[in-house]
C-alpha cells in the first residue's frame, strides 16, 4: 500500500467522541482550505458508523464554509430515522463553533429489484492512456504552474484523463470530460472503506468540468472555484482500487456558477455510481 493510499485510509479512519460525535484530522499538504472530498467522505464515514447491516444508496451535502485544515473537524450524527428498509442519517461537520458542511445519507437493505443503466462511453481504456510517469516526464514542462504542483505530489487516487489536452490549451472544448480513476494501492475488502474512498474521489475533477467549454480550467489563479453543494448515488458494488471511468458533463453555467453531472462505470461497462454537483466558477479577472 502507497503512503499516499495509507494516509488517506487514517484520514477516513474518524475517532469516536461520544455515541454520535466523530473528530476527524486534515493531512499536512499545505492547502489553505480543506478539500471537499475529504469532508464528503468523512461525512459518510460517520454517517455509517452509526448504521449496521445496510450500504448507503445516496448522500446530499452543502458545503457551507471553508475548512481550516490547521484544527480538527467534529462531526455530529442525527439519527433521523431507522425504518424497516430504509436508515436516514443527518451528519453536521463543525469547525470553530461553527457548521461548514452538512449532509443527508440515506442507506438501504439489499433487495433485487427491476435493473437497467445507460451504456458506458466508447473511450480508451486506462491501458491506452499516458501513465502519470509519463505526464509528468512529456507534459509537466508544458502545465501551468498549479497543475504541475499538483501532479508532483504525492497522491492517493491516480487519474488517467482522457481529454487530457485542455490543460495545454485555452481552445474551449465539448462539455464532457473522461477521466479514469483508481487508488494507487490496494484497499481492505470493507466494501464502506471502498464507498468512502469514492466519495472523496468523486470531488476531485467534476466542477472542473463546467470550465471546459470556456477553454478555462480551475488550475488558473484567476479562477476561484469552489463546490457549493454534492450529491452521489450508489447503484451498484465496486472497488475503488479497480479502474474506473467518471464521465462527466456539464449541462449548464450561469451566475457565477457551473453544475455538472458525472456517471461512474467499472471497466466492464458496469455502471456503479452517479454524481451532480454545483459550484462557484468566478473569473476574478473581469
Not at 436508515?87 to 442507506?107: E, K, L, P, W
Amino acid at each position: 500500500m502507497s503512503n499516499a493510499v495509507s494516509n488517506l485510509l487514517s484520514i477516513l479512519d474518524l475517532e469516536q467522541l461520544e455515541v454520535n460525535l466523530f473528530r476527524g484530522q486534515s493531512p499536512k499538504s499545505g492547502w489553505q482550505r480543506v478539500f471537499g472530498g475529504q469532508v464528503i467522505g468523512q461525512a459518510l464515514v460517520a454517517a455509517s458508523r452509526t448504521v449496521e447491516g445496510r450500504h448507503p444508496h445516496s448522500l446530499h451535502g452543502y458545503f457551507l464554509l471553508p475548512g481550516d485544515p490547521k484544527v480538527p473537524i467534529i462531526y455530529e450524527v442525527d439519527r433521523i430515522r431507522d425504518g424497516r428498509s430504509f436508515t436516514t442519517r443527518r451528519v453536521v461537520a463543525i469547525q470553530h463553533g461553527h457548521a461548514i458542511f452538512s449532509m443527508s445519507a440515506s442507506y438501504q437493505v439489499d433487495e433485487p429489484g427491476f435493473s437497467h443503466q445507460m451504456p458506458m462511453p466508447d473511450v480508451p481504456g486506462p491501458d491506452e492512456l499516458p501513465t502519470e510517469e509519463e505526464v509528468k516526464a512529456d507534459l509537466l514542462p508544458l502545465m501551468p504552474e498549479p497543475m504541475r504542483t499538483y501532479y508532483q505530489r504525492e497522491r492517493p487516487i491516480e487519474m488517467r484523463p482522457v481529454e487530457i489536452g485542455r490543460y495545454m490549451s485555452r481552445d474551449p472544448m465539448e462539455p464532457n470530460f473522461h477521466v479514469w480513476i483508481r487508488t494507487t494501492g490496494r484497499l481492505p475488502d470493507d466494501p464502506a472503506i471502498h464507498q468512502c474512498v469514492l466519495a472523496y474521489a468523486t470531488d476531485m475533477t467534476l466542477l472542473d468540468t463546467s470550465l471546459m467549454p470556456h477553454g478555462r480550467t480551475v488550475f488558473e489563479p484567476v479562477i476561484q472555484a469552489a463546490s457549493l453543494d454534492h450529491a452521489l448515488w450508489f447503484h451498484r458494488p465496486f472497488r475503488a482500487d479497480e479502474w474506473l471511468l467518471y464521465a462527466q458533463d456539464t449541462p449548464n453555467a450561469s451566475g457565477a456558477r457551473g453544475f455538472s453531472r458525472g456517471l461512474i462505470f467499472k471497466q466492464d461497462g458496469t455502471l456503479v455510481a452517479s454524481v451532480a454537483q454545483e459550484g462557484l466558477i468566478r473569473d476574478r479577472s473581469s
